[in-house]
């Protein structure tokens, strides 16, 4: 693995299924992000950690949940899709939290019917 | 927490001429201001980032500038070439130390006619 990375890459997914979003990054930083990116709406923040065991809620963090058990992984999970979750999704890390370049994931287009 | 609006948001300019895109942000607390260049089906990538303590930054063909008075920011590219052509989403960084975040601005279509 170099870098960051997520899986899948697209998804299509039943309104009411459980979904979880994959991202992993081999740099070691401590700080990682979850956003969504929409037309016209740009990056919104959905959950962040700053490090390995915390996590924290960012403007749109309804219907989504996070867990970061070590430094490397940050999945994000829908309990019960809807629609209005239909986006593309990025994950992020950074070495220096917010302040600092955040590396950003090639991205999982999910569409939820 | 943090607002920041960003005009215009497609902006088309002849090669060779310059583009500016322009940021303001709300929490007059925030202290970096980075800008992301996104390609089509790509990933968003970091081209270059302002602190507030100064207020002119340059690389290049690329520059940043800083208002912290008016809290606003701007993203000036100079002698433009078709590979600029790209969507740019400026940030602010806002919150308390510990549980610092990134408000993304709503992203400038920019197109560059050869």
């Known amino acids: 693995i170099a870098g960051i990375t997520q899986a899948p890459t697209s998804q299509i997914l039943a309104a009411g299924r459980r979904m979880t979003l994959r991202c992993t990054q081999d740099m070691r930083h401590n700080a990682m992000y979850w956003y969504r990116q929409d037309l016209g709406l740009g990056l919104r923040l959905i959950h962040y950690s700053n490090t390995a065991g915390t996590t924290g809620k960012g403007e749109v963090p309804d219907g989504y949940s996070v867990s970061r058990a070590n430094t490397d992984d940050f999945p994000l999970t829908l309990a019960s899709a809807v629609p209005s979750q239909t986006s593309v999704y990025f994950c992020?890390?950074?070495?220096?939290?917010?302040?600092?370049?955040?590396?950003f994931g090639p991205g999982t287009r999910l569409t939820v019917l | 927490g943090e607002n920041v609006e960003q005009h215009p948001s497609t902006l088309s300019v002849q090669e060779g001429d310059s583009a500016v895109i322009k940021c303001t942000y709300s929490?007059?607390?925030?202290?970096?201001f980075p800008w992301y260049k996104q390609e089509l089906g790509k990933r968003p990538q970091l081209i270059i980032d302002i602190r507030s303590n100064v207020g002119e930054k340059k690389d290049q063909r690329i520059a940043v500038t800083l208002n912290k008075t008016a809290k606003h920011f701007s993203l000036h590219i100079t002698e433009t070439q078709p590979e600029d052509s790209a969507v740019y989403f400026c940030a602010a960084k806002w919150g308390n130390f510990g549980n610092e975040k990134l408000t993304f601005g709503t992203g400038t279509r920019l197109t560059i006619i050869p």
């Open positions: 929490d007059s607390a925030s202290n970096y």
């Open positions: 992020a890390s950074s070495d220096s939290g917010a302040g600092g370049e955040q590396f």
